[in-house]
Antibody
Framework: QVQLQQSGPGLVKPSQTLSLTCAIS??????????WNWIRQSPSRGLEWLGR?????????EYGVSVKSRISIKPDTSKNQFSLQLNSVTPEDTAVYYC?????????WGQGTLVTVSS | QSVLTQPPSASGTPGQRVTISCSGS????????VHWYQQLPGTAPKVLIC???QRPSGVPDRFSGSKSGTSASLAISGLQSEDEADYYC???????????FGGGTKLTVL
């Protein structure tokens, strides 16, 4: 059974960088069949996919259009985890952030982290 | 505006069968496997269905999924009070190159 454990601050100041980490147990971040995603949820935007990283003989990253210029998702093979960095945040980035392992036939989610952007 | 269209609300009485629809397009539901999620207040979405109609272990067989063309449906039979929650569909979109979600359906058990 795959388990995902999120960590990171719940409060970020405007214009700063939001950083979250997702530790994986029960699978490997370097798996050739998994894909590691970040998703957020807010009342105004609903569920919004932010991006993913995955390994298929080499590393790939794909990002959502709404955040493409500000986002970075990176694997850390030494710690079997992956991270999210979202730059230049505004109050509109306030949301519950989830990490998830998602493919057509697999779905595992982290517990969620409420991140508030406020000074 | 969500890429996938769901009715905002649905309701039923205990024991009834309820169906929730999810409408998409040829670039998402028409080509890829649909997920269904249940979300209780303050908790992460819980997967009910993967691969259009496959239940992960531990999900009661009262929940079933189906897909036809560019639409998918979640059926809940033998409705119970604990089924009162928000339900979401999700699928990979080949044109947008990302996962897309429905706006959610709030299920009320009367």
């Amino acid at each position: 059974q795959v388990q995902l454990q999120q960590s990171g601050p719940g409060l970020v100041k405007p214009s700063q960088t939001l950083s979250l980490t997702c530790a994986i147990s029960g699978d490997s971040v370097s798996s050739n069949s998994a894909a590691w995603n970040w998703i957020r949820q807010s009342p105004s935007r609903g569920l919004e996919w932010l991006g993913r990283t995955y390994y298929r003989s080499k590393w790939f990253n794909e990002y959502g259009v709404s955040v493409k210029s500000r986002i970075s998702i990176k694997p850390d093979t030494s710690k079997n985890q992956f991270s999210l960095q979202l730059n230049s945040v505004t109050p509109e980035d306030t949301a519950v952030y989830y990490c998830a392992s998602l493919t057509g036939d697999i779905s595992y989610w982290g517990q969620g982290t409420l991140v508030t952007v406020s000074s | 505006q969500s890429v996938l269209t769901q009715p905002p609300s649905a309701s039923g009485t205990p024991g009834q069968r309820v169906t929730i629809s999810c409408s998409g397009s040829s670039s998402n539901i028409g080509r890829n496997a649909v997920h269904w999620y249940q979300q209780l207040p303050g908790t992460a979405p819980k997967v009910l269905i993967c691969s259009n109609n496959q239940r992960p272990s531990g999900v009661p067989d009262r929940f079933s999924g189906s897909k036809s063309g560019t639409s998918a449906s979640l059926a809940i039979s033998g409705l119970q009070s604990e089924d009162e929650a928000d339900y979401y569909c999700a699928v990979w979109d080949d044109s947008l190159k990302g996962w897309v979600f429905g706006g959610g359906t709030k299920l009320t058990v009367l």
